[in-house]
């Protein structure tokens, strides 16, 4: 049985996200357990609501100033502006926690 985890609500393969696959049963295995612990911790009165999470992300801007913004980890798209020449960015991020930085000609 392959090591996989459910980490942030998403399935991991020795930490690292992975794709689900349709009838893999090692993941059905893993979100069996996963199901049946969530059942058994709501009867026990535990809330398991997600929560949102925000990635404090840094960069140096194009005219070299160090920019540090909040960006939100379920957004898959966000724009920034650089306080000192005003030069946008926009960061987009994918499901499993990668981020990329643009920038927005005008």
């Given at each position: ?34 199901e049946k ?54 960061i987009e991020?994918d499901n ?11």
């Open positions: 049985m392959k090591n996989y985890e459910i980490r942030d609500g998403k399935m991991t393969l020795d930490g690292k996200p992975v794709q689900l696959k349709f009838g893999d049963l090692d993941q059905i295995k893993v979100l069996r357990k996963f612990l969530s059942r058994e911790l709501k009867e026990q009165g535990v809330d398991l609501e997600p929560t949102a999470k925000t990635i404090e992300f840094h960069f140096n801007c194009l005219c070299g100033v160090q920019r540090s913004v909040d960006v939100d980890a379920d957004f898959g798209y966000e724009k920034h502006k650089c306080l000192h020449c005003e030069r946008e960015y926009y991020s499993y926690d990668n981020y990329k930085l643009y920038l927005i000609e005008k």
